[in-house]
T-cell receptor, first 114, second 109 residues
Framework: EPEVTQTPSHQVTQMGQEVILRCVPI?????FYWYRQILGQKVEFLVS????????KSEIFDDQFSVERPDGSNFTLKIRSTKLEDSAMYFC????????????FGPGTRLLVL | KNEVEQSPQNLTAQEGEFITINCSYS?????LHWLQQHPGGGIVSLFM???GKKKHGRLIATINIQEKHSSLHITASHPRDSAVYIC???????????FGKGTKLTVNP
């Protein structure tokens, strides 16, 4: 069964460093998402992406964050200058269509900022 | 802004028991999702519903649009059902999921 994959599974970085989290969505899906979950808290929406552009973003998704689909398969989340509070589990998800469709989640990348 | 509330926060059951987890939301929605988060962190979509009832194996999800309430039921619970069950909603034309805090279920043998 097709699945969403994410790399790396864990990443440790120093405050102020740039990180890139990678995702490979399911191949026939058109909508891509990033969510994050700070330890002990609920999952929060960051951004949705369709047709090579951001379709929706949350107030968390500030200028430090960017997303890109550099080729036909990868979908990346870049954090330019990490802060301690960026430590979280980051989930990528994809869906065939957008609103009202089931979203399929990747296993997550656990990011720790020291 | 939609507030999604779940109850209970924690639930411990004995194997075989019937489980009910509740979800309420504050604003009209286009769809409600039930998801399962395993101890390792992975999230799996269980149901998406906008009306009525859906069943998959031992899991049943219901929604009452007028009351802005949904329930997830697990029949004949098993230790492997132990996980965090999360309710999330989508609104209008938005794709984003708004999540509840989750219900941590532990089923003891």
């Amino acid at each position: 069964e097709p699945e969403v994959t994410q790399t790396p599974s864990h990443q440790v970085t120093q405050m102020g460093q740039e990180v890139i989290l990678r995702c490979v969505p399911i191949s026939n899906h058109l909508y891509f998402y990033w969510y994050r979950q700070i330890l002990g808290q609920k999952v929060e929406f960051l951004v949705s992406f369709y047709n090579n552009e951001i379709s929706e973003k949350s107030e968390i998704f500030d200028d430090q964050f960017s997303v890109e689909r550099p080729d036909g398969s990868n979908f990346t989340l870049k954090i330019r200058s990490t802060k301690l509070e960026d430590s979280a589990m980051y989930f990528c998800a994809s869906s065939v269509l957008g609103a009202g469709e089931t979203q399929y989640f990747g296993p997550g990348t656990r990011l720790l900022v020291l | 802004k939609n507030e999604v509330e779940q109850s209970p926060q924690n639930l411990t059951a004995q194997e075989g028991e019937f489980i009910t987890i509740n979800c309420s939301y504050s604003v009209g929605i286009s769809a409600l999702h039930w998801l399962q988060q395993h101890p390792g962190g992975g999230i799996v979509s269980l149901f998406m519903l906008s009306s009525g009832k859906k069943k998959h194996g031992r899991l049943i999800a219901t929604i009452n649009i007028q009351e802005k309430h949904s329930s997830l039921h697990i029949t004949a619970s098993h230790p492997r059902d132990s996980a965090v069950y999360i309710c999330a909603v989508t609104q209008g034309g938005s794709e984003k999921l708004v999540f509840g805090k989750g219900t941590k279920l532990t089923v003891n043998p």
